[in-house]
Structures are given as structure tokens and as C-alpha cells.
């Protein structure tokens, strides 16, 4: 069930609301993002070329290294939608022997689980599953959202999907164990919260190929600050310290593929992240998803993160401490990037947004959480 976005409460550029805690606005009601980021956002021709060569040569080199190997790259899938559109057009229009890890976590809906298995079928890729706890993983977030619920911060909401990290370590673990020399990544620019990423890359794609965005001086340069911020959380939260082995393996070994400890630890295997390369279209994600049968979670009201019942819960949360969800932050985000309008986002919060029951219910009933823990009040009415 969806809700009626208020249009005077968000930024008059993108629709970030004005309850955001990370977003301040001019007196245009203009966000921060939005006024410090250039009028036109869409990469130049010469810019789309050189991406375009770039991943021409990235996947020539996947498939030399491939040679007299059981399979050129492996790639994490979890029944979304990124990751089916990527391990399609691998396979369909790059025509790469692909291995496929996948981690069902407790929070996945049967139908993404079932998304998995038609789609290797279809697409004729082996599957093969990622050695990850389970029970381990629910505990962790019931944990964590339990502390959110006794001190309302995010920092535990967020710290409730640490567990999903270690995919990263498992999908470098099963390319060395299968002699695969890289490994593929589904991720793009748009999907940001708070507009990080947006930061990172508005200056119109001046950093050219993917690459040296993701390269070991800049990586080992975020470790450093996300180990900064997580020693001023632990001086915050003393609650923490029991969980500090799971804040440095979530945030600082295997928090993205692009770690230091992971390019140190698995030197010899590459990452391609795909659509920073190759330009990620909701028209041909679509169009992906409808030729392997892909069907949307009951509940879901977008396609996006419907592979996990807890980012639904999470945004459920955010709303209350931070004022804001990630779909906000994707919705801005693609307006900034000028691949929506503003009309066009606001018509989406219409229907996509907003706390869905069923989804929530259900991470709920998994996370099996105390009675008497104060939630918030689980309404489909939002007046952001």
C-alpha cells in the first residue's frame, strides 16, 4: 500500500524531504546536493565512448583469462533485479561463462529465491551457494534492532545488514576456489544514500574509467575515515564494543570488493564493476527481467531491493531517525543523473513509496523481536 508524497516538504530539485537529517536547504528549498551539483548531469558522447572502450577491453580480458579455465568470472546474485540484469547481459550479449554465488539470506522472499533458480536455468549458468550462516545472520539482526529500538540510532539499523558483507569475502573465495580470475559487480552510481555517490562523480564524470574510482590509494583512504567515524561511535555507544569484531569485518575487510584487504588478500583476481562501464537503464533492466521470467515479491511496491525484506524494515526505521529512506536517495539521484524528471519521481512516490506492510510484517516475523520493543507505529499514511 502506497503514500501521498507532500511536494511542498521536499527539495524543489529532487524530492529528498525536508525531514532529511543529512540535508540542508537554501532558501530556493534547493538541497545541498542539488545546489552544489552541476545543471546537466548526463556524461558527455566523448564520455560514453570511452566507457564503452573501456569495458570492450575489460571483457576481452575476462575472456583471455578465461582460457583453459572452468569459467571466465563469477558474479553474486541474490534474485533482484541488478543482479539478474547483470548475469543476463553477461551471458546474452557478452556471451561470459559465468559461475553464479548466491547467498539466500533469512530476509530473502521465496519468490527471489525462486527468481534464482529460474534465472540460472534459463541463462544456463551453474550455481553454487555462498558459506554463510543463516541463523547467524538473524541473530546479528535482531540484535541490532533491538538497540536501535532503545536508542534510535541508525547507526544499528544499518549495522543489522553487516552480515551481508561477508558476501563480498565469499564470492573472492569461490572465484580462487573455481580458478576464476575476476569477478563482476552489478552496483551503480544512482544507488547512493544520501548522495554520497552523487559527490563523488558530479563533476561530469571527470574520473574517467571505473577504475580509479575504485582504485587501492582511494580505498584505503575511505577505510581510514569509516575507521575514524566508527572510533567516535564507539566512544558514543559503549554498546558497540561487544560488537567492534563485527563493525572492522562489515565496514573494513569486506565492506565493498574493493578493499584493501581484499585486493591485498586476493591480488590475482580482478573486479569489473559492470555498470559503471556499460550504463545501467531501467529500460533494459526491464527488458532483462521479462525474458527470464523474473516476478516481483508479494508486498513490494518497486522492483528495487525487493530481493530483501529487511531493507524494507530498514527504511521503516530511517524514517523515523534519519527522515528519509533510500528510495528517496535513488529517486534524487536519478533525477540528478537526468535519467527522470522531477514529475516522474513524485508520480513514483505516489505508488512505490512509503512503509509496506507485508514487507515489514515479514522481517518482523523473522527477526522473531521482543515483546513490549518500541517500534514505530506501523502506518501507511506519511506526511513527509
Known sequence: MSVSPNQDGRCTHCVIPRTAAHATFNDDGVCDVCASAPPQSNMSEDKVRENAEALRKNIERIKEDGKNRPYDC????????????????????????????????????????????????????????????????????????????????????????????????????????????????????????????????????SEGAADRRFSFSRQMSRMLKIAQKGTELLVLSPALWKYLWLMFRGS?????????????????????????????????????????GWELPYGSGTSWRADCNYAAFKDYLFQETVGTTYYDSLLSNMIRNGMITREEAMRRLEVEAGVFPEKVKAAMDILDLPEGLSLPTLSTNDER
Not at 533485479?81 to 559465468?98: A, F, P, W
Open 74 to 205: 563469477v558474479v553474486g546474485i541474490s534474485g533482484g533485479r541488478d543482479s539478474t540484469y547483470l548475469l543476463h547481459e553477461l551471458t546474452r550479449k557478452h556471451n561470459l561463462r559465468c559461475l553464479a554465488a548466491y547467498y539466500r539470506t533469512p530476509f530473502t522472499p521465496e519468490k527471489c529465491h525462486q527468481n534464482v533458480l529460474r534465472l540460472t536455468e534459463r541463462l544456463n549458468t551453474p550455481l553454487v551457494n555462498m558459506n554463510i550462516s543463516q541463523e547467524v545472520h538473524q541473530k546479528i539482526a535482531r540484535e541490532m534492532v533491538v538497540l536501535w529500538a532503545k536508542t534510535r540510532k541508525s547507526v544499528y539499523a544499518n549495522m543489522a545488514c553487516a552480515e551481508c558483507k561477508i558476501v563480498n569475502g565469499e564470492i573472492f573465495h569461490i572465484a580462487k576456489k573455481n580458478k576464476a580470475k575476476w569477478v563482476v559487480y552489478g552496483s551503480n552510481a544512482v544507488e547512493s544514500f544520501g548522495g554520497a555517490s552523487w559527490r563523488r562523480t558530479s563533476d561530469g564524470q
Open 252 to 292: 573494513i575487510l569486506y565492506l565493498s570488493p574493493d578493499t584493501p584487504y581484499l585486493k591485498l588478500r586476493y591480488h590475482s583476481i580482478h573486479v569489473l564493476h559492470y555498470f559503471y562501464l556499460a550504463g545501467w537503464t531501467e529500460a533494459g533492466c526491464e527488458n532483462a527481467l521479462k525474458e527470464v
